[in-house]
Each structure stands twice: as C-alpha cells, then as structure tokens.
T-cell receptor, first 113, second 112 residues
Framework: GAGVSQSPSNKVTEKGKDVELRCDPI?????LYWYRQRLGQGLEFLIY????????KSGLPSDRFSAERTGESVSTLTIQRTQQEDSAVYLC???????????FGPGTRLLVL | GESVGLHLPTLSVQEGDNSIINCAYS??????FIWYKQESGKGPQFIID?????DKRQGQRVTVLLNKTVKHLSLQIAATQPGDSAVYFC???????????FGAGTRLAVHP
C-alpha cells in the first residue's frame, strides 16, 4: 500500500513568511508524529497526534510552530514568521497504534532565506 | 536526561565484510529500541526493532543485539553491500507511547 507522503518536497521561503507543511499518513494509522532534522543531525521530536488530538506538543520549539490533524488523517505543520534557524528537513511518521513501528515520509526540505 | 548516542560517527567497510554499528543509551527504563537507515535525500527507513525483554533479534542480513547491563545496542549487517551505504540511526522509547529519542547517526560507507 501507499506509504507516508509529504508535500511540498522542497520549500524556499523568505524570512518572516508563514509556511504550511502537509503530511498524509498511511491509511488507518491512528498515531502521527512530526520531527525536525537539521543538517547532519539526528531527528528531534516535535509533536505527537493520537487521532485528531495532540497529547504531546512538548517538542514544538516556539509558539511560532503549530500543527493540526483532521479526519484522523492529514496533518499540517505551520510555521509562522519563519526564521533562518527554521531551515531543516521536517519529517512526518505514522504508526498503526501509539505502540507500533513508525514509518516515515520523505520529508519536506525547508530553506528560509 | 534521556540520551542516545553513537560511538562512531563514520564507519568504512569493504564490500562483503560484516558491519557493526554501536549505540549507547542512558535511560534504563527504555522498553523498545529501533534502527533506521536513511539514504541521502530520503526519510528514515525501518530496519529492525527489539523490545527490552529480548537480547537478540535477527532479520534478513541484520541482527540487533541489546545488552541492558551496559545499556548498549548494536546493529550487525552481514555481507555488507554498496546499497547499505547510508546513515544509520538508533532510537529508544521510554514513554507510554511511541516518542522516540534519536541519536546523531553513524554514516556507513561501503567500498568495492
């Protein structure tokens, strides 16, 4: 079946602009996660969704970052007033339940000029 | 605090040799560990996982070993191939759900 998909694959924006990143999880997966990966580094947890609720938002770096999930499916990560330090790859993962293996999408490469 | 680290940032091996990638973790309460492979420009790909009630698990050409006494995890790749060249991440889970803590990664370079 189809894996996790993310769009856009690449995004270049100017400092101060808002961006929206989209994640389509594997169908039927109840849990969804967002991570950030800076160049040459490991993955940093941002937020976890169970269904449409986000029990853990502890990884969101600032109030400029927000995320939502609708229909227990698609999720959108929004970054307002982007800064250069927001440049990174943003990865989405989903799992069948909150205890099952996470499967990752290809990521969105964000560059803030 | 929680941390997952890797002993070697890069590992170079000859094609056909066995590779061993090591990982240390600090949270003795972690109950689940997982290895991912990440090729350039792609998202992490699941390789193998292991629960804390096991000390060894085998897959196709890969074996994960868990030593809870010294809080050490390793990934063994048999007969390494050029297609195995990638960055490998270990991660641990210690919460009630699937929040993973990742290490910085080890780059595996396979030479012909």
């Amino acid at each position: 079946g189809a894996g996790v998909s993310q769009s856009p694959s690449n995004k270049v924006t100017e400092k101060g602009k808002d961006v929206e990143l989209r994640c389509d999880p594997i169908s039927g997966h109840t849990a969804l996660y967002w991570y950030r990966q800076r160049l040459g580094q490991g993955l940093e947890f941002l937020i976890y969704f169970q269904g449409n609720s986000a029990p853990d938002k502890s990884g969101l770096p600032s109030d400029r970052f927000s995320a939502e999930r609708t229909g227990e499916s698609v999720s959108t990560l929004t970054i307002q007033r982007t800064q250069q330090e927001d440049s990174a790859v943003y990865l989405c993962a989903s799992s069948l339940t909150s205890r099952e293996t996470q499967y990752f999408g290809p990521g969105t490469r964000l560059l803030v000029l | 605090g929680e941390s997952v680290g890797l002993h070697l940032p890069t590992l170079s091996v000859q094609e056909g040799d066995n590779s061993i990638i090591n990982c240390a973790y600090s949270n003795s309460a972690s109950d689940y560990f997982i290895w991912y492979k990440q090729e350039s420009g792609k998202g992490p790909q699941f390789i193998i996982d292991i629960r804390s009630n096991m000390d060894k698990r085998q897959g196709q050409r890969v074996t994960v070993l868990l030593n809870k006494t010294v809080k050490h995890l390793s990934l063994q790749i048999a007969a390494t191939q050029p297609g195995d060249s990638a960055v490998y991440f270990c991660a641990e889970r210690s919460g009630g759900y699937n929040k993973l803590i990742f290490g910085a990664g080890t780059r595996l370079a396979v030479h012909p």
